[in-house]
Antibody, heavy 118, light 106 residues
């Protein structure tokens, strides 16, 4: 059974950093491109970033370019999202998902909440 | 960026009723994906490449469309179908989602 378990969320002040993790199991992680998708409270879904199976290619939505970094450790079957210079508008639940650009988001984690507030 | 507009925003349907949700794209896309999100849970892939049902999805669901107009249809509404449904396009960068249609049980 595919499992994606996010961790690392919580309350953080504007301008500070936070790193999210997503532990994968139940599939061959290093064969899959992966992504982060966010959902602000009571709002819709928004793609954040995607990374290729080997980490050689990354893609970001414009609003997070230069602030967020997606990475992965295939030896640990773990996906990461380093979030710097956080803003109040980054407040959301962040989901990791299996995703290759141009294809659907197949499997989703349960999500982790990030609140950016002073 | 392609904007996806879903309608209606909210609707209620009675058990057994036929339901159609629509998604319109600001420019033509090759296909549409749909996700179901029940309250308090993470989204699930529901329909992919316009008309293919994801694993475990009941066959009372169907998808259709082309170009800028797509739809998700439930042949006969059931209690468990109450959820928010999102469309998503991936044929143009960046991938974008619609704002969702909340489907409630009447």
């Amino acid at each position: 059974e595919v499992q994606l378990v996010e961790s690392g969320g919580g309350l953080v002040q504007p301008g500070r950093s936070m790193k999210l993790s997503c532990a994968a199991s139940g599939f061959t992680f290093n064969n899959y491109d992966m992504a982060w998708v966010c959902q602000a409270p009571k709002k819709g879904l928004e793609w954040v970033a995607t990374i290729s199976y080997d980490g050689s290619s990354t893609y970001y939505r414009d609003s997070v370019k230069g602030r967020f970094t997606i990475s992965r450790d295939n030896a640990k079957s773990t996906l990461y999202l380093q979030m710097d210079s956080l803003r109040s508008e980054d407040t959301a639940t962040y989901y990791c998902a299996s995703h290759t650009m141009g294809t659907p988001f197949d499997y989703w984690g349960q999500g982790v909440m990030v609140t950016v507030s002073s | 960026e392609i904007v996806l507009t879903q309608s209606p925003t909210t609707m209620a349907a009675s058990p057994g009723e036929k339901v159609t949700l629509t998604c319109r794209a600001s420019s033509s896309v090759s296909y549409m994906h749909w996700y179901q999100q029940r309250s308090g849970t993470s989204p699930k892939l529901w329909i992919y490449e316009t008309s293919k049902l994801a694993s475990g999805v009941p066959n009372r669901f169907s998808g259709s469309g082309s170009g800028t107009s797509y739809s998700l249809t439930i042949n006969s509404m059931e209690t468990e179908d109450a959820a928010t449904y999102y469309c998503q396009q991936g044929s143009s960068y960046p991938p974008t989602f619609g704002a969702g249609t909340k489907l409630e049980l009447k």
